[in-house]
């Protein structure tokens, strides 16, 4: 037998992966499992990314073995979960590369269970995809405490095949959405899985079901309509088309604007296992409440401060390009992780992660750490302070176009273009908001120089008593 094969056997046989780095696998190592843990939901983990050929389960160790049917899957299951750690009942469960290659399957209980769960859910997953009503869902959001952008639908209902078009729109006093995939057995696929999910942590209840329509006519490509096939459509004035007549009656009037405002959370796709709906619910977010401490590498804090109010910070003293950034809360920590993992700042990609500590904590009275912790939890600079405040509308990822506000009468838009130009960024447009002179947006020569600009100039003394307050802004100029 290879050295790369795991012979599947009892826990009691079993040694466990040697730890360390390991090279790319169709094997993936699972962590951190809840004691309570079935099959299915560890299956249910890969199968938004390919075929699960295998199962090893060491409930004992809290850990399984998981292997895909190519390498390809293993490799965009562990890259996503890399950056969307999967959090099963409220704990966070962490997956690596095994140093196996595959596993072999012998005839003991555990592993005939095992084995009965990919069954089922291999064959749940085909019978149930053979017809569809039709191509198009209705989706209803209950619980509404965070608003749901259409790309953030998007981006959850993508997972389960190529969604042509989509519309939102309020009804009812309920906000709904309209999304058309490319073929039935897709809309099935996404409503056995998402149905009955939340977006988010308690709230954002999504309830789907087949339309009656079998087609979506959009007009407009905006914030509230989009038709993927066709990326020459204007943007109106964004108010989504109802050309279909059957659409037209259905909604009347009441087809109003969505909500406007928070870019939330990048969303983790389909976590919860398919075709088995008794199986416990695998919450969307990817931060338990509770955790709110981030890892962040080559990361100025003052960014994460977009997203949400930087609580506490400490550098490592070990390794001082990295940094522990403790937000106000799990949502915060996750807005400011999902939005800047990866954007290049000076040069390097910022890297962020979910850490194993709950809390930074301060250094106690007497042992100074070489001012090495900082603590933020009082500062006047935090956005959201203040519950319900308007900064909570406007998070917007990383861009290239900042938006500016709190400019005094005295300031002139050549004033405020040398300033950003002095930090050596590139200033591409600059225009003033035509009621409102307070405000501005400036366009930088890259997202890399606006991210530099925000830490360099948001607060920056403007005279009068004014200061300069800059984020990201949805717009271009």
Known sequence: ??????????????????????????????????????????ISLGLPFGDVTNLLMLKAKNQAFLEMNSEEA????????????????????????????????????????????????SSSHVDTLMAAPSTVLRVVVENLLYPVTLDALCQIFSKFGTVLRIIIFTKNNQFQALLQFSDGSSAQAAKLTLDGQNIYNGCCTLRISFSKLTSLNVKYNNEKSRDFTRPDLPSGDSQPALEHPAMAAAFGKDVSSAYPGLTLPALPGALASLGLPA????????????????????????????????????????????????????????????????????GKPLRITLSKHTSVQLPREGHEDQGLTKDYSNSPLHRFKKPGSKNYSNIFPPSATLHLSNIPPSVVEDDLKMLFSSSGAIVKAFKFFQKDHKMALIQMGSVEEAIDCLITFHNHDLGETHHLRVSFSKSSI
């Open 74 to 121: 293993a490799q965009n299951m562990v890259g996503y979960y890399s950056t969307m750690m999967p959090v099963i009942r409220h704990q966070p469960v962490y997956l690596q590369f095994s140093n196996h290659k595959e596993l072999k399957t012998d005839n003991s209980p555990n592993q005939e269970r095992a084995q009965a769960a990919l069954r089922a859910l």
């Open 279 to 346: 199986t416990a619910r695998l919450g969307f977010p990817s931060i338990p409440a509770g955790h709110s401490v981030l890892l962040v590498s080559n990361l100025n804090p003052e960014v994460s401060g977009v997203y949400g109010d930087v609580m506490r910070v400490k550098i490592l003293f070990n390794k001082k390009e990295n940094a522990l950034v403790q937000m106000c809360d799990s949502t915060q920590a996750q807005l400011a992780m999902s939005h800047l993992n990866g954007q290049r700042l000076h």
């Open 1 to 42: 037998m290879s050295s790369n094969n795991i012979i599947i056997s009892s826990d009691k046989k079993f040694k466990g992966d040697i730890r360390g780095p390991s090279l790319p696998s169709r094997v993936i190592h699972i962590r951190k499992l809840p004691s309570d843990i079935t099959e299915a939901e560890v």
